[in-house]
């Protein structure tokens, strides 16, 4: 582990992987839409509530297990579904499901992934699966079949992308998709040899160019082929009646992420969901919506507690996923560090990364005195300040 002592916080991983990975990968990871309001805004938010500790608890050991579905996650944390995450970490989708099956805390594999749905169910059963579905029945129908196929038990399907965002910062860092040879590509490429060697020419050598293997039920585009434009079209008609209907028939657990308005929760709830994701997208999406934790309080008096909420966006410290339980979350997803942690170490790296949040959360149990996540709430916060930027 003395390679990864350097490592002190999740924080720490963003300026080895931008040191490690070639500029327009570091910037498709890190880059959020338009001026990055929301992006901002998801961690400054946090700034907004303080802790009221409690003293003098007689407390020797705490829990942050959490219960979700019937089973017990060995933290309050998860690994939000990131895209293409095989381009910045060799393969990055297996390397963070690995991680997160052996800690016994949640994982999410996107569709937008370049290793085959299939393998990562067949690796690391109990990992999440995200879907983005078109507006169209059959192809809807014959994803499910697949999913089911693979054996995932919980279907996250995202809806805050109907069409795609303003990436104009991905454009600026030189990053496309299908990703354009070019002599600039190349030469960022050239400067980056550990990227170069041990991520891009390993996965040519051993898996192939790679492809976007389950954004479709058949195998979809190479990451480079002019066809790899994803396929959004009919996303944008794409409504509750496709929830109601995929609701009928998927029979795992069924998860929608990407909702900030407390009706959508409540239709949600209503139609059979399981469980909803508040979540701006790390901000990646409509610049300027609403941080999570804005609405947090308000879906869950309309839900009620025993309904699950998650959050995602923002959230690196244990003091901030603390904050969130406290405010009514069941469970936080934290996306880009376990992305730059899979980049700048692999497995070990997520590990770390891991385990440097479980004992943030630990610790702060403990100063915090309050003995279990399951026993946060509303009397552990004061809200200091209102406004953030927004
Ligand atoms: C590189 C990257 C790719 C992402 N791809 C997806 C995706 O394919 N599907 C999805 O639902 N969300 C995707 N997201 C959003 C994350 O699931 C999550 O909402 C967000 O990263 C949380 O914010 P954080 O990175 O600040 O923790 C992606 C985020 C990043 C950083």
């Known amino acids: 582990m003395s390679r990864l002592g350097r490592f002190l916080a999740l924080g720490d991983f963003e300026a080895a992987a931008k040191r490690h990975l070639p500029r327009p990968v570091f910037g498709y990871v890190s880059g959020a839409s338009e001026e990055g309001r929301s992006f901002h805004s998801n961690r400054t938010i946090l700034n907004e509530y303080g802790f ?94 697949r999913i089911e196929g693979a054996g995932f038990e919980v279907l996250m399907i995202t809806v805050d992308v109907p069409v795609p965002a303003n990436r104009e910062n991905n454009v600026r860092a030189g990053f496309t998709a299908p990703l354009r040879p070019s002599a600039r590509l190349a030469w960022q490429g050239l400067s980056r040899p550990r990227w170069l060697w041990g991520t891009f020419l390993r996965t040519l050598l051993f898996h192939g160019v790679p492809h976007f293997e389950n954004t479709h039920p058949v195998r979809g585009a190479s990451l480079i082929s002019s066809k790899a434009v994803r396929d959004l079209a009919s996303r944008e008609r794409f409504s509750w009646s496709h929830i109601d209907r995929i609701r009928q028939r998927w029979r795992g657990r069924l998860v929608i992420k990407g909702v900030l308005h407390v009706d959508d929760a409540l239709q949600a709830q209503a139609l059979g969901v399981d469980a909803v994701i508040l979540s701006n997208h790390g901000g990646r999406q409509l610049d300027g919506a609403v941080p999570a934790l804005a609405v947090l309080e308000q879906v869950v008096a309309a839900v009620g507690s025993q309904y699950p909420i998650l959050v995602d966006g923002g959230f690196r410290r244990g003091t901030d996923i603390l904050k969130a339980l406290s405010l009514g979350a069941r469970m936080v997803l934290v996306g880009r560090p376990f992305n730059y942690a899979a980049a700048v170490a692999g497995e070990d790296g997520v590990r770390h990364a891991i385990s440097l949040l479980k004992a943030e959360i630990d610790r702060d149990l403990a100063l915090l005195g309050v003995a279990s996540c399951a026993a946060l709430g509303p009397q552990n916060l004061v809200r200091m300040s209102q406004g953030h930027e927004n």
Not at 60 to 88: C, D, H, W
Not at 106 to 132: D, H, K, N
């Open 52 to 145: 009221v500790t409690r003293v003098l608890r007689d407390m020797p050991t705490r829990s942050q297990q959490v219960e979700l579905f019937g089973k017990t996650y060995a933290s309050a944390f998860g690994i939000a579904p990131m895209g293409i995450n095989a381009l910045s970490a060799y393969r990055g989708d297996l390397v963070l499901a690995r991680a997160a099956m052996e800690a016994g805390i949640v994982s999410v594999m996107s569709s937008a992934s370049l290793i085959a749905l299939e393998e990562v169910g067949r690796q690391c059963p109990g990992t999440w699966f995200q879907a983005y579905l078109p507006a169209e029945d059959a192809r809807i129908d014959a994803m499910l079949d």
